[in-house]
């Protein structure tokens, strides 16, 4: 078993003054913690989080991510919790292992293939110290390495992520070793059988390989020597399974035709123009194959990878590649970002600012943008540049069903959305939502790794107001949809009953009309309309007068016969001109008070008193609705204008009384109530209820219902209240 002396020895050779203390302090709680607890090998818990500090330590990172990966399990798999570290380790390492347990609960909570783009963003999403990414690496490089002792269901689960997460992560950061290995153990373990036949294969030939790559390698040293081209290393490798693997699988060809197959390694000293030296040498002694040849040096791959590949034809007709590259390169070919780790005198104590730190996140970011960008291969540098600015997944939010799918959404994105998102059904039936088990309101937020609950009712309906808090296309066009849908339904029943009012004025049945689906077709055509419904909607819009269906389905002698116009009733006349003006939508001001009440009702939620500024809402079974124009829900309603009508009030000689609720904030003294009370009845105004209260900033708080007949008289009501001393506001109470 390794011992935490191993790991703390090459801290101290690869690192400047480090905090062995710290590392230390870790290993003890780790040890303390972990104690009793045992791997599916048998083996003590603790070898684990032992072999991930020293993966760390061979990386060479800081201290910081040695002691973290000695604690990097505790909060996953103990009791301890992130408070508890906090008051041993401070900030720094909890968030680190706050990353990492959040990283451990997305990994147990998707199992299904075709997500692992969403978790793999989700994860880089999650990650606010690159750290936590090189510390995930060396942990699941770790379980790999040990998952013999775990079933197979387990080990070919776990595999998959591997190659669908953990792997590109590491090659996108530039580090060759580990995600070769990652993706040889995963190779293993979730086709073993194909695994075995190939490596068979391989192992089969392996004398014959090395013998030949043996023999490369001398050519090229007997060869750079004699042309005084200086060499580091000259080095020979078979391919690894795993690519070797995917190479015959994808492009459908025997081992005999892979190009490199084997391939020789040259390290020159730290000067590109040695690797131009070489590659020269390399041509002069053997044919190479024209299409393979890849200048990585001049122009990078964006991993920062950089080398010289060419292929040639060796002796006996076998193809083999070179690879060329500096002692620099080949570092960061092998190591990829921890190579570009700079070390830095850390002053004790301070662990606020690391400029090296700094610019290795830069350098992350950098490498794994890619993974996340939707639009691949379209490189779109203004946008990258944005994107670098902000954090480095500004726009996605991810979030989870509680079966454990990922939902990928805007930022911004509600409960809502993520209802839409799952299903046009689940959003329309939506009623409440659960973050993580907890109650909140539709328009909460959501963030990163929300596990999201939508709760449902069969018979329950989208709200208008839903539409101030969605942000996907899906979600916007589904509520509108509903809304238009259902104000269609609603202006047919409105239309129905206008034309039935009508015909009853024209004595007229309105049954025998509206039945008639042969002469409302007919009627419905007149207009451009296909359908009858078509036509009552049209009604219920405002747009087509009843009067003019009933004189299109009479005949204009029968119309002028039955009309209840020219029948000069006066009574009925005036409110006909109501009718008919409220109908008239172009026309100036329609008149409030119709027929009878069955075409106004006021808003319950301004409740708007007679000479205030209004307006109408056409609306089922209430027939207009008026709002006062100030009214908040006018806006909302201002969006289907095709539903919004003038209206003023009609003049009346009759006084009506309404009540109006008053609030007035005072001075937090006596005699206020009394004081409030005695205005309004000097002005001879009724009081139905007044009550007092003091408000939290120490404000006293009357609220006064009063009877009034106009808004005249209610200004003069407000007025009276302002003026009684210690009042300093007074404002009408909407609903
Ligand atoms: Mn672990």
Known sequence: MIRIEDVIAKVEVN??????????????????????QKRASGEPYLVHPLEVADILADMRLDEVSVATGLLHDVVEDTLVDLDTIKSYFGDEITSLVDGLT?????????????????????????????????IKLADRLHNMRTMK???????????????????????????????????????????????????????????????????????????????????VAVEGRVKRLYSLWKKLKRQKITMEQVYDLIAAR??????????????????????????????????????????????????????????IRTE??????????????????????????????????????????????????????????????????????????????????????????????????????????KINGRIVPLKTELQNGNVVEILTTTNSKPSRDWLNHVVTAKARNRIRHWISQQQRIDSIELGRKLLEKESDRFRVSAKKLINDETEMKRIANEYGLGRPEDLLASIGYGKTLPRNVLSKFLGAEKFAELDPEGRKETRIESGMKAVKKFIGLGEDAI???????????????????????????????????????????????????????????????????QS??????????????????????????????????????DRGLIEVTVEVFDKKHLDKVVGSIAQVPGVIAVERIHA
């Open 15 to 36: 690192r400047p003054s480090p905090d062995i203390d710290l590392i230390r302090r870790a290993y003890l709680f780790s040890a303390l913690h972990h104690r009793g």
């Open 102 to 134: 959040k990283i451990a609960h997305i990994s147990n909570l998707s199992k299904e293939k075709q997500q692992a783009e969403n978790v793999r963003k989700m994860v880089l999403a999650m990650i606010t110290d690159v750290r936590v990414v090189l």
């Open 149 to 231: 002792f775990l079933k197979p269901e387990k080990r070919a689960r776990i595999s998959q992520e591997t190659l669908d997460i953990y792997a590109p992560i590491a090659h996108r950061l530039g580090m060759g070793k580990l995600r070769s290995e990652l993706e040889d153990l995963a190779f293993q373990n979730l086709h073993p059988d194909e695994y075995k036949r190939l490596a068979k294969e391989v192992d089969a030939r392996r004398p014959e390989l090395e013998a030949t790559l043996d023999k490369i390698q001398a050519t090229i040293r007997a060869r750079l020597t004699e042309n005084d081209v200086p060499f």
């Open 266 to 323: 040259i390290i020159t000293p730290n000067e590109r123009k040695y690797c131009y030296l070489t590659l020269s040498v390399i041509h002069d002694t053997w044919t190479p194959v024209p299409e393979r040849f890849k200048d990585w040096i001049a122009i990078p791959r964006d991993n920062l990878y950089q080398s010289l590949h060419t292929s040639v034809v060796g002796d006996g007709g076998q193809a083999f590649e070179v690879q």
């Open 328 to 433: 620099e390169m080949h570092q960061v070919a092998e190591e990829g970002v921890a190579a570009h780790w700079k070390y830095k005198e850390k002053k004790l104590g301070s662990h606020e600012h690391d400029e090296s730190l700094d610019e290795l996140r830069k350098t992350v970011e950098k490498l794994l943008l890619p993974l996340v960008e939707d639009n691949q291969g379209d490189d779109d540098s203004e946008n990258f540049v944005e994107s670098l600015k902000l954090d480095l997944f500004p726009k996605d939010v991810y979030a989870f069903t509680p079966m454990g799918k990922v939902i990928q959404l805007p930022r911004g994105a509600s409960p809502i959305d993520f209802a839409y998102a799952i299903h046009s059904e689940v959003g329309d039936s939506c009623t409440g939502a």
């Open 591 to 657: 008149v409030v008070k119709g027929v009878d009440n069955f075409l106004t009702t006021r808003a319950r939620c301004c409740n708007p008193l007679r000479g205030e500024d209004i307006v109408g809402y056409i609306s089922l079974g209430k027939g207009i609705v008026v709002h006062n124009k100030r009214c908040k829900n006018v806006a909302q309603l201002m969006i289907n204008k095709d539903r919004i009508v003038d209206v003023e009030w009609a003049k009346s000689d009759q006084k009506e009384i």
């Open 660 to 697: 109006v609720r008053l609030l007035a904030t005072t001075e937090n003294r006596t005699g206020m109530l009394a004081g409030i009370t005695n205005a309004i009845a000097e002005i001879k105004t009724g009081i139905r209820d007044a009550r007092a209260n003091v408000s939290r900033d």
